[in-house]
C-alpha cells in the first residue's frame, strides 16, 4: 500500500489570479449559521472529528480529524455554496486534514442522507444554478475537454495506472493491483460485447488509448473519436508503438465530423 504523507497548505500559497474564486468569501450570516448547523449534524453522523481555532470541536472526541483554520470563511463559503463551497474551502486552505480520505469517505458514503429529505426540497434554492454559458454542447463540450483533460497527459500519470485507464477498475481479489483490475475490466467489457477478429469497433471517448488497444490485439478494427488534443495525441503514440496502425483510427473531432465520416462507411 501507498503512504502518502499530507501536509497542510499555506493559505498564502493560493494564487488569487488563477483562482479568483478563492477570494475571501463576503459571509451572509443567515446561510452561515444554517451551515454550522449542518456541520455538526454531519459530524455526528458520520463520526468525523471538526477542531476550531478556538479549541471547541463538533463530533465525538476521537475521529478522523478535520481541522477548521478559518471558520469565518469556511462557514461563509460553504453556505454561500455548498459542496462547491467545501471544496473551494479546501483550496483556499480553510480548512485542512491529516487524514484527508478518513474525512471525505464517511462524507461520501452518505452524502444522500446528510440532508434530511424534506429540506432537500429546496436544493433549487440553496444551490446555484448551471449557468447558461456552460451548457454542454457541441462549443461547451470542447471548451470542457480544454479545462479538463487537455490540462496535460503528465497530470493523469500522476494517479493513472500505466495503462492510463481513467474510470473505475473491476477488482477480483484482495491483492489485484489496479492495473490489473484495470485490464481486466476493459477485458471484461470486450468479452461482453464479443470484440473478436473481424469486429468493427467504434469507441467514442478514447481515453488514452488502452480500450482501443486491446480490442485491436484480439483482431477487431477500432475508430475511436475525442475531443481532447493531449489524449488523441498520446493515443496515436502508444497505437503506433504498438504496431497496431493499421487496426485503430484515432479521431479528433471538435464538431462530430470524424464520427459521422464513420457512420457512412459503415452504411456504404
Not at 69 to 93: H, N, T, V, W
Not at 237 to 266: C, F, N, P
Request: charged fraction near 25%; hydrophobic fraction near 40%; include cysteine.
Amino acid at each position: 500500500m501507498n503512504v502518502v504523507e499530507h501536509k497542510p497548505a499555506r493559505r498564502d500559497a493560493v494564487d488569487l489570479r488563477r483562482w479568483p474564486a478563492l477570494a475571501r468569501p463576503t459571509s451572509d450570516p443567515v446561510r452561515a449559521m444554517l451551515a454550522r448547523v449542518f456541520l455538526r449534524r454531519v459530524a455526528a453522523r458520520t463520526g468525523i472529528r471538526v477542531d476550531f481555532p478556538d479549541g471547541s470541536h463538533f463530533g465525538p472526541a476521537v475521529g478522523p480529524l478535520m481541522n477548521v483554520r478559518d471558520p469565518a470563511a469556511f462557514f461563509a463559503r460553504l453556505g454561500q455554496d455548498g459542496k462547491i463551497g467545501f471544496g473551494e474551502s479546501y483550496m483556499a486552505c480553510e480548512w485542512d486534514s491529516v487524514d484527508l480520505v478518513e474525512v471525505l469517505e464517511p462524507l461520501a458514503r452518505q452524502a444522500d442522507s446528510l440532508v434530511p429529505r424534506p429540506v432537500q426540497i429546496l436544493r433549487h434554492w440553496y444551490e446555484a444554478r448551471h449557468p447558461a454559458s456552460e451548457s454542454n454542447d457541441r462549443a461547451g463540450a470542447a471548451r470542457n475537454i480544454v479545462r479538463h483533460y487537455d490540462l496535460s497527459n503528465d497530470l493523469f500519470a500522476t494517479f493513472l495506472d500505466k495503462s492510463m485507464t481513467y474510470s473505475a477498475a473491476l477488482f477480483g481479489e484482495e491483492h489485484t493491483t489496479l492495473a490489473q483490475a484495470q485490464a481486466h475490466k476493459i477485458e471484461r467489457l470486450l468479452d461482453a460485447t464479443g470484440v473478436r477478429r473481424g469486429t468493427r469497433l467504434l469507441e467514442v471517448g478514447t481515453g488514452w488509448g488502452e480500450l482501443a488497444l486491446r480490442a485491436a490485439r484480439r483482431g477487431a478494427r477500432v475508430t475511436s473519436v475525442t475531443l481532447s488534443v493531449e489524449q488523441a495525441t498520446l493515443a496515436r503514440k502508444r497505437v503506433a508503438e504498438a504496431g497496431l496502425g493499421a487496426l485503430v483510427d484515432i479521431g479528433l473531432s471538435r464538431s462530430g465530423w470524424h464520427l459521422r465520416r464513420h457512420h457512412q462507411r459503415r452504411d456504404v
